[in-house]
């Protein structure tokens, strides 16, 4: 497969003029008009990650990563003229998002003192051990004064702290704030205004749904934020809501959209510009900051960003953008410009060609319901034969497919023969909030039902062999997996990475217990019978396909106990499976050999069944 490397961040100077952008680790800054770029480094060579600019574009702030087991991170600025960068601060600890105050005097960033392992739910949890108690580990706002180099923290030690922006006086910030654990409790996160110098806070907005993206209006008097369904911290969609800073009522600038949108940025007093998922597409567009019609200023098939939501950084008056852009057929490069007339600024991929076959996006319908996903065709694919299907379900369920470079997932699959199919069904993003919430209470339901109705309407205009039909997918996917064998026949093979197979056990055991509530309306304990219904271990007995079962041992958000559940009933009925547990990973992998080795074993897996399959003449 082609090595591309990884694009970490591109962020543009405010006055629109210059990149800084990571790869690897490796920072550096290039013109926006092209040139060559200019290389960020520091004592030790350190990874450096999270970079930000001072408002006067003559700076940028950063992160460096000390090397061992345990967080320690120092913060970094460096001027554009060429002269030394200067170590601000050193932290034992869990540090992220550095930024300016617009004053220029301070810098702010999160920060967790003494936190044993990287911040957030994907990463490896700390195993138990000893006493057990609901041990806090707060995530603060903090400050350090460029004037001293003195490091405070400000917010209250009993509230963690997700995202934040600065006010543009330098005395305050809104930020998204819960009490109690940061891993479940990011779903019930308010809006608070927080004074940067007592840390004293002030409720402003208490949602519905989650809430992401909080954003001042140049005069200070608004914030604009996005809410909505979502199931992953980071994983942004919803509709994009304006409220005063003051308090008040919150106005849904966005109703009835048919995209949610991901990021924002105010571009002018009154004008919010945004980008979003449309359609399993990219876009950028604009609207009010009182409502009003929505304006399209750019979508395509490229996937922007660096993260599963498309997003960019935005030049303070919002029309310059820097985005990460790649494709299926383009690996990631670094682009700038106006709005979707960017340049290409950098070549770290050149080489990079794919390997795969060629990837489309497809519509069907289930009912009235408008569907859509990608599909990606067998490499060297010749109309005259017939080929296996793999179904290849996202995570979230509040998440999308788009067209990435994945030279893992769908494109190892395509370079086997295979076609792969990555459908967006209801739940899913790309058609708006009402789309979105389509499986509140119907997990397996008719987001089941919309992937297969996508199986049938390919079969009927490609040569699917469908004796030789895959499933596969990771955490929701993981658990559409589960949950599709207990349904159906029709699947050769499945492959079930990290998912859920006991919503009744999943509920003691994960550590964001938080995120079913608004999915299922109540706790397993206050309403089993509507997790019951969607249940995969109560329809176990149907189960017939031979199943490989893939899990992190220290996966926080779906525990290895899930797969192992699944796993030991299996084997009790005598179906074919395998349970392959991966030593120190969370429910992301962090280590590359072990990410290779989960999708090679995918590959052995549906080879060795599909091979045993009679294959169908069409």
């Given at each position: ?52 600019w ?6 940028i ?26 170590k ?26 003494g936190m ?51 006010t543009?006086?330098s ?31 002030r ?35 919803g ?86 852009l ?33 990837m ?7 009912g ?17 034969k ?37 459908p ?9 909030e009402?789309?979105?919430?389509g ?22 205009q490609?040569?699917i ?24 026949h029709r ?10 197979s ?12 938080e995120w ?36 992190g ?10 797969s ?11 179906v ?18 072990d ?23 069409r």
């Open positions: 497969m082609p090595h591309a490397k990884t694009i970490d961040q591109a962020s543009i100077s405010p006055d629109g003029t210059q990149v800084a952008y990571i790869v690897g680790g490796e920072l550096a800054i290039i013109p926006v008009g092209g040139g060559t770029p200019r290389p960020i480094a520091v004592e030790g060579k350190l990874a450096l990650r999270e970079v930000s001072a408002p006067d574009s003559k700076q702030v950063f992160i460096a990563d000390l090397a061992g087991d345990v967080p320690a991170a120092q913060v970094w600025t460096a001027a554009v003229d060429g002269s030394a960068p200067v601000r601060a050193d932290g034992k600890g869990y540090a992220s998002v550095p930024s300016f105050s617009p004053d220029g005097s301070k810098l702010a960033l999160l920060f967790i003192e044993p392992r990287v911040a957030g739910p994907l990463q490896p949890m700390t195993p138990l051990a000893g006493v057990i108690s609901e041990t806090a580990y707060e995530q603060r706002l903090t400050t350090i004064d460029l004037a001293t180099n003195t490091l405070a923290q400000v917010t209250p030690a009993d509230v963690y702290v997700y995202e934040y922006d600065w543009p006086d005395q305050g910030w809104v930020a998204t704030v819960a009490h109690g654990s940061g891993d479940a409790n990011w779903y019930i996160a308010k809006l608070y205004g927080i004074n940067t110098h007592s840390g004293a806070m409720e402003i907005y208490a949602p519905k749904w989650q809430i992401a993206e909080p954003h001042i209006s140049p005069d200070g008097k608004y914030v604009a934020f996005i809410e909505g369904l979502m199931s992953d911290e980071g994983v942004t969609g509709d994009i809501f304006v409220i005063p800073v003051a308090g008040g009522s919150a106005r849904n600038v966005t109703p009835n959209i048919k995209s949610s949108p991901s990021s924002l940025t105010w571009s002018g007093p009154d004008r919010i510009t945004f980008a979003q998922n449309v359609d399993g597409e990219s876009g950028f567009a604009s609207v009010s900051a009182l409502g009003g019609d929505v304006r399209k200023l750019w979508s395509g098939e490229e996937f922007i960003g660096t993260n599963p939501s498309p997003s960019a950084s935005f030049s303070n008056d919002g029309n310059i953008t820097a985005v990460v790649q494709s299926a057929s383009k690996p990631p490069e670094v682009w700038g410009g106006p709005i979707g007339d960017w340049k290409q600024l950098t070549t770290v991929n050149a080489e990079a060609k794919p390997a795969w076959g060629e489309h996006n497809f519509h069907w319908t289930n009235n319901t408008k569907l859509e996903g990608w599909l990606m065709l067998p490499k060297d694919y010749a109309p005259g017939t080929y296996p299907l793999i179904v290849s379900v996202h995570g979230g369920p509040s998440a999308t497919c788009a067209s990435h470079w994945d030279p893992k997932n769908m494109g190892a699959t395509s370079a086997m023969g295979y076609f792969v199919f990555c967006n069904p209801r739940g899913s993003y790309g058609q708006g009402a789309f979105t919430r499986n509140i209470k119907d997990f397996g339901g008719g987001d089941f039902r919309d992937i297969m109705a996508g199986v049938d309407a390919i079969a009927k490609y040569p062999d469908l004796h030789r039909l895959g499933i596969r997918g990771h955490s929701y996917g993981g658990y559409m997996t589960m949950w599709a064998e207990t349904q159906t699947f050769a093979a499945a492959v079930a990475g990290a998912g859920i006991d919503w009744l056990s999943y509920y003691g055991v994960n550590d964001i217990d079913m509530i608004p999915f299922f309306g109540a706790s397993v304990y206050d309403d089993p019978a509507v997790y019951a219904k969607s249940d995969p271990m109560h329809f176990v007995k149907a189960v017939k396909t031979p199943t490989l079962i893939l899990v041992d220290r996966d926080g958000e779906v525990p290895m106990e899930q192992v559940e699944w796993w030991h009933a299996l084997t009790t009925m005598k074919p499976t395998q349970l392959v547990v991966y030593s120190d990973e969370g429910h992301i992998f962090i280590r590359p050999a990410a290779r080795d989960y999708f090679v074993r995918t590959l052995e897996w549906f080879d060795e069944w599909f091979g045993k399959a009679a294959p169908q003449k």
